[in-house]
């Protein structure tokens, strides 16, 4: 499986962002697709998550500022990110699963976003 991310970009605290991932390389539809984030000096951390069944799990510091959404039948994911602040600065990074019997996950390459106060 191969993600391709895009979206990132320089926003003001305040604005919006849009970031899109599509995986491929697999005929299945993928069971769970997320986005997490790192911050410079910081671990990895899960922002939303999405399974194929529509159950969304989020961060609490975006559960209010942030939708995930994907379109099952192209295996892509969007994260809307809404009233950024600067401390959504990171670099952001699709994830998929594509099974749930199977633990194996994917990883994209990352892509940055920074909100400038």
């Known amino acids: 499986v191969q993600l391709q991310a895009s979206g990132g970009g320089l926003v003001q605290s305040g604005g919006s962002l849009r970031l899109s991932c599509a995986a491929s390389g697999s005929s299945v539809t993928m069971y769970l697709m997320a986005w997490y984030r790192q911050a410079p000096g910081k671990q990895r951390e899960l922002v939303a998550s999405?399974?194929?069944?529509?159950?969304?799990d989020y961060s609490d510091s975006v559960e209010d500022r942030f939708a995930i959404s994907r379109d099952n039948a192209k295996n892509t994911v969007d994260l809307q990110m809404n009233r950024v602040k600067p401390d959504d600065t990171g670099v952001y990074y699709c994830?998929?699963?594509?099974?749930?019997?199977?633990?194996?996950?994917?990883w994209g390459q990352g892509t940055q976003v920074t909100v400038s106060s």
């Open positions: 994830w998929v699963r594509p099974t749930v019997w199977r633990a194996n996950s994917y």
């Open positions: 999405l399974t194929s069944g529509g159950v969304s």
